[in-house]
């Protein structure tokens, strides 16, 4: 059975929960989008989640953010929807219509205790400010962009995933 989690944000004006297969906050994300939007040791680390499971009291406080991203010269609106708490900030989780069954909560706004990660995975550091340290050695995996493992690959291959 997936693992439900429970978040909120900050000032306690939206809590929501979701279900969810892979609740192991395994991955670090050095992109702009995340950094700025997330806050945090100059990453963010987004959960998986099913999307038909998000339940959201507050939803009045909530407000949606999409990214403008530059690619070759031209800039183009982001359709993931970064959704965080209008009244006092917290980032609470990104939609992303293009995979309408997903929902990716920050691991930063769950309150459910979380599993560690038996290993770590760190992406985008083309994007990663000089001054964030990345951790090397065993259980450490570096991407420059993003890696071919998705979230569900990764629980699998490490054993952690949820039925």
């Not at 997936?2 to 900050?10: I, K, N, Q, Y």
């Not at 939007?37 to 953010?65: C, F, P, S």
């Not at 038996?118 to 340290?133: E, F, G, S, T």
Request: proline share 9%; glycine share 10%; charged share 20%.
């Amino acid at each position: 059975m997936p693992m439900l989690l429970e978040g909120s944000c900050r000032c306690g004006a939206v809590r929501f929960s979701v279900e969810s297969q892979t609740p192991v906050p395994f991955m670090h994300c050095y992109c702009s989008i995340c950094r700025k939007t997330g806050g945090g040791g100059g990453y963010a680390i987004n959960l998986g989640g099913i999307a038909g499971t998000l339940k959201v009291e507050g939803r009045e406080a909530l407000g949606t953010y999409r990214a403008a991203i530059t690619r070759d010269g031209a800039t183009e609106t982001s359709p993931a929807e970064r959704n965080f708490c209008a009244r006092c900030g917290t980032a609470l989780w990104v939609y992303d219509p293009r995979w309408p069954d997903h929902i990716h909560p920050f691991a930063s706004a769950v309150d459910t205790p979380l599993p560690a990660a038996p290993a770590r995975v760190h992406i985008m550091l083309d994007d990663k400010p000089d001054w964030v340290l990345v951790p090397e050695g065993p259980g450490e995996e570096h991407f420059p962009q993003y890696p071919e493992l998705s979230l569900e690959d990764w629980h699998k291959k490490h054993g952690v995933w949820v039925e």
